[in-house]
């Protein structure tokens, strides 16, 4: 099977991948045994990886039914190919490619619209960033952890969702963004600004009372 | 980052605001060239404080990337299943 977006064979890696998915101890001889067949090796990529590709297809899709169907297809998918793993990039970059594009695939087969036009042109009232021209107000830095962040993202509109997770979490670049979402390099790159805008609004609205004190004794 | 006009007049902030998803694409905040935006983004605390959020959303995401959620068991047991049910299985992984 030939995923729409990704050649099957081992692409050029996005500059930064490799440090951002540093090698497994014990990960390559797995590779090499998996490759000759080895049952107990692919075992053994599974449980190095499962987490991570189970936990991106959930970001991607939402719903735990759903992400453990792709999440069985991207191992199943992975057994397949990776004879044609030639270790020119960390391999779970290899291997996230490869999910997104099921992932993606499988949202088409759906007939959902990936980057959504109208989403960009003219988001509805209730999911679009509130741009942000006059008003003053304090600063998220340091006050956002990781189970909020993680629960904001949750609630982005999928679109918005889709490209934040995809650029600013796993990494890719806005080219292959776009190619992957069948949508132009500034729609991505819209998309993703216009994410990190709802984002904003999301964490601010989930901040403890502090704001609100300090906009109460303004008045 | 350049801004594609050649006016000398101040950016009010929906102009410089408009630039920001190329900003943010050049590199963010080390990448401005563009005088007019230099300019704005220092005079403005406004403008100053959204770049600064936004930035910080940027790098926070990162942390993401660390796995949180784990997949049942019934994932590895349909996944054997699938194995065992491939004819290419028994004769080692494909190459294509």
Same mark, same amino acid.
């Given at each position: 099977?030939?995923?729409?977006?990704?050649?099957?064979?081992?692409?050029?890696?996005?500059?930064?991948?490799?440090?951002?998915?540093?090698?497994?101890?014990?990960?390559?001889?797995?590779?090499? &045994?998996?490759?000759? /067949?080895?049952?107990?090796?692919?075992?053994?990529?599974?449980?190095?990886?499962?987490?991570?590709?189970?936990?991106?297809?959930?970001?991607?899709? /939402?719903?735990?039914?759903?992400?453990?169907?792709?999440? #069985?297809?991207?191992?199943?998918?992975?057994?397949?190919?990776? /004879?044609?793993? &030639?270790?020119?990039?960390?391999?779970?970059?290899?291997?996230?490619?490869?999910?997104?594009?099921?992932?993606?695939?499988?949202? &088409?087969?759906?007939?959902?619209?990936?980057?959504?036009?109208?989403?960009?042109?003219?988001?509805?009232?209730?999911?679009?960033?509130?741009?942000?021209? /006059?008003?003053?107000?304090? #600063?998220?830095?340091?006050?956002?952890? &990781?189970?909020?962040?993680?629960?904001?993202?949750?609630?982005?509109?999928?679109?918005?969702?889709?490209?934040?997770?995809?650029?600013?979490?796993?990494?890719?670049?806005?080219?292959?963004?776009?190619?992957?979402?069948?949508?132009?390099?500034?729609?991505?790159?819209?998309?993703?600004?216009?994410?990190?805008?709802?984002?904003?609004?999301?964490?601010?609205?989930?901040?403890?009372?502090? #704001?609100?004190?300090?906009?109460?004794?303004?008045? | 980052?350049?801004?594609?006009?050649?006016?000398?007049?101040?950016?009010?902030?929906?102009?410089?605001?408009?630039?920001?998803?190329?900003?943010?694409?050049?590199?963010?905040?080390?990448?401005?060239?563009?005088?007019?935006?230099?300019?704005?983004?220092?005079?403005?605390?406004?403008?100053?404080?959204?770049?600064?959020?936004?930035?910080?959303?940027?790098?926070?995401?990162?942390?993401?990337?660390?796995?949180?959620?784990?997949?049942?068991?019934?994932?590895?047991?349909?996944?054997?299943?699938?194995?065992?049910?491939?004819?290419?299985?028994?004769?080692?992984?494909?190459?294509?």
């Amino acid at each position: 099977m030939e995923l729409q977006g990704l050649p099957m064979t081992e692409t050029k890696t996005a500059p930064g991948l490799f440090k951002r998915n540093p090698p497994i101890a014990g990960e390559a001889e797995a590779i090499e &045994r998996a490759k000759a /067949g080895d049952a107990e090796a692919f075992s053994k990529l599974y449980a190095l990886h499962k987490r991570r590709v189970y936990t991106l297809c959930l970001r991607m899709l /939402g719903n735990v039914s759903e992400a453990e169907d792709m999440t #069985q297809e991207a191992f199943l998918h992975l057994f397949r190919k990776i /004879g044609s793993f &030639r270790g020119e990039s960390a391999f779970s970059t290899w291997l996230h490619r490869l999910t997104v594009n099921l992932v993606l695939m499988h949202l &088409r087969k759906k007939g959902l619209q990936l980057v959504s036009l109208e989403e960009t042109i003219n988001p509805s009232e209730e999911d679009s960033p509130k741009r942000d021209f /006059g008003s003053r107000d304090t #600063q998220l830095a340091g006050s956002v952890d &990781r189970v909020a962040l993680e629960r904001a993202v949750a609630a982005l509109p999928p679109g918005y969702r889709m490209v934040f997770v995809l650029h600013d979490v796993e990494g890719f670049e806005h080219n292959e963004i776009a190619v992957m979402l069948e949508c132009s390099t500034g729609n991505s790159k819209s998309q993703l600004h216009k994410a990190r805008l709802k984002l904003r609004e999301l964490l601010r609205e989930s901040e403890p009372t502090a #704001q609100t004190d300090l906009k109460e004794a303004a008045l | 980052m350049t801004l594609n006009n050649s006016r000398s007049a101040p950016l009010s902030c929906a102009e410089f605001q408009e630039q920001l998803p190329d900003l943010f694409a050049a590199g963010g905040n080390s990448s401005i060239e563009d005088p007019q935006i230099a300019e704005h983004l220092k005079s403005c605390e406004n403008c100053s404080a959204l770049v600064r959020d936004l930035q910080y959303i940027a790098d926070q995401a990162k942390q993401l990337l660390k796995p949180t959620h784990e997949p049942s068991d019934n994932v590895w047991k349909k996944i054997q299943e699938g194995l065992a049910a491939d004819p290419s299985y028994a004769a080692g992984p494909g190459e294509s």
